[in-house]
């Protein structure tokens, strides 16, 4: 089945301490990217990629980083989680990013608690 | 940039009433639009796009709609179903070159 997987599904953890949120397409699409969603703001982009080693920041970069060694995976890490980064987040994928064509496939969501 | 909100955050509608749910956008220069769903505990969900060639496009019991004179897009939603129940949300690309840019949601309530 093609799809985008997501994990862990829910994650709480304290302030400071180093995450990683996996992300893994199997559609062999080029364009991969993460969004936060908040109450009243909808899907903010945290960062994006065109293609491997490939990465650009989206508009609320701050305090995250990711990778793209390999098609197929797109980590999301946090270096040191601060409680506003508590969110909802997807990871979401495309043959392009000019999404022609049904748009992006999303994930399930990772919720994460950060207190 | 592209700028895209939705004009209501909560629709409520009774079982069987058609829904209708707006968008606006500031890009005048935008040439493909998307609507998703997103029901509860899920990621959103592709349910209809349109060009900008086009200003009308149907899909089964879904409409999109679309006036680039006012620069604003609807999602038609016929025979409304408790299954319809979701957060529904328009995103526009701002050109040729760029990525989606999504606006806040409308949740949509259907009552039996």
Known sequence: EAQVTQNPRYLITVT???????CSQNM???YMSWYRQDPGLGLRQIYYSMNVEVTDKGDVPEGYKVS????????????SPSPNQTSLYFCASSLSGT?????YTFGSGTRLTVV | GESVGLHLPTLSVQEGDNSIIN???SNSASDYFIWYKQESGKGPQFIIDIRSNMDKRQGQ???????????????QIAATQPGDSAVYF???RGSGYSTLTFGKGTMLLVSP
């Not at chain 2, 879904?62 to 609807?74: A, D, F, G, Q, R």
């Open chain 2, 90 to 92: 328009c995103a526009g």
């Open chain 2, 23 to 25: 968008c606006a956008y």
């Open chain 1, 28 to 30: 062999n699409h080029e």
């Open chain 1, 68 to 79: 793209r060694k390999e098609k197929r995976n797109f980590p999301l890490i946090l270096e």
């Open chain 2, 61 to 75: 019991r879904v409409t999109v709609l679309l006036n680039k004179t006012v620069k604003h897009l609807s999602l």
């Open chain 1, 99 to 103: 999404a022609i064509n049904y748009g």
């Open chain 1, 16 to 22: 400071g301490k180093k995450l990683t949120v996996t």
